[in-house]
């Protein structure tokens, strides 16, 4: 699901969001003006948690992600 908003703001652009099983909701990550990434959890109408990590630990974070993807194969 993609929640568009109309500013130029980078934490304000239109941002891809990911279901989750639990806790039931949706993840999406944005980027910050000040050159980090703002990750969010969402489980309803409102943010949950959110955190900020930078953009070194966040590509190591994918290439973990994806990594452990790979393992599980094809569904």
Known sequence: MVH???ENNPEK???RTYNTLE???EIAV???P???LKIMIY???VTHFEFTITR???FNLAMEILQ???RLGEP
Do not use: F, L, M, W
């Open 34 to 36: 000040e050159g980090v």
């Open 43 to 45: 489980t309803g109408k």
């Open 13 to 15: 652009i239109p941002h």
């Open 68 to 70: 452990h993807a790979y």
């Open 30 to 32: 944005a980027q910050k």
């Open 56 to 58: 070194e630990n966040a």
């Open 4 to 6: 568009p908003t109309h």
């Open 23 to 25: 806790p039931k909701g």
